[in-house]
């Protein structure tokens, strides 16, 4: 059974367009992530929620928001993707002494 | 110099080979994660540990907390293995538990 689930596994968009992409967890976890990956590098944190606190990596451009409304749902929403954004866009969630775990990803394609 | 270094960073071996993969960590840890990425996929947990040793089916996960250093083994490897192995330290303590990524290794096991 999934326990990370991301949707769509495959999103397309065009340079400018909002995007919208989602996350969600059957674990009850209270920590979830939100990763960059892209080709032949190790995955790059954006930014990630402790339960409803946000905390957002230094290095993260304003062009990424997200929203996690309640504990099983957690959204990245990219306000006007560049061709830059093209990537793999991962969720995790853990809670202390836990594993990580990931969902399958999203592949995002700007045109 | 990455907080968490691995090698190698290419691997091929041929069917059924003893593989050993190996993680070094220069920074405090809670716990080490050993990760799996097939190639365009998403990322599986294989093992965390905080001490000693875990096995899962043919593979085995091994930590020296005094050495801060981990390795991987894989018994009688198949094809199927093939994939980029990925460890990665998690410190609870500091940013809720993200996770430090070593580079990877991109393991190829030949038939």
């Known amino acids: 059974d999934a326990m990370v689930i991301q949707n769509p596994r495959y999103q397309v968009t065009q340079f400018g367009k909002p995007v919208t992409l989602s996350c969600s967890q059957t674990?009850?976890?209270?920590?979830m992530y939100w990763y960059q990956q892209k080709s032949s590098q190790a995955p790059k944190l954006l930014f990630h929620?402790?339960?409803?606190?946000?905390?957002n990596e230094a290095d993260t451009p304003d062009n990424f928001q997200s929203r996690r409304p309640n504990t099983s749902f957690c959204f990245l929403d990219i306000r006007s993707p560049g061709l830059g954004d093209a990537a793999m866009y991962l969720c995790?969630?853990?809670?202390?002494?836990?594993?990580?775990?990931f969902g399958p990803g999203t592949r995002l394609t700007v045109l | 110099k990455n907080e968490v270094e691995q090698s190698p960073q290419n691997l091929t071996a041929q069917e059924g080979e003893f593989i050993t993969i190996n993680c070094s960590y220069s920074?405090?840890?809670?716990?080490l994660h050993w990760l799996q990425q097939h190639p365009g996929g998403g990322i599986v947990s294989l093992f965390m540990?905080?001490?000693g040793k875990k096995k899962h089916g043919r593979l085995i996960a091994t930590i020296n907390i005094q050495e801060k250093h981990s390795s991987l083994h894989i018994t009688a490897s198949h094809p199927r293995d093939s994939a980029v192995y990925i460890c990665?330290?998690?410190?609870?303590?500091?940013?809720?538990?993200?996770?430090?990524f070593g580079k990877g290794t991109k393991l190829s096991v030949k038939p």
């Open positions: 990665a330290g998690q410190n609870y303590g500091g940013s809720q538990g993200n996770l430090i």
């Open positions: 674990l009850n976890h209270n920590v």
């Open positions: 929620y402790y339960d409803k606190d946000f905390n």
């Open positions: 540990l905080s001490s």
């Open positions: 920074v405090g840890i809670s716990a």
């Open positions: 995790a969630t853990s809670a202390p002494g836990q594993p990580v775990y």
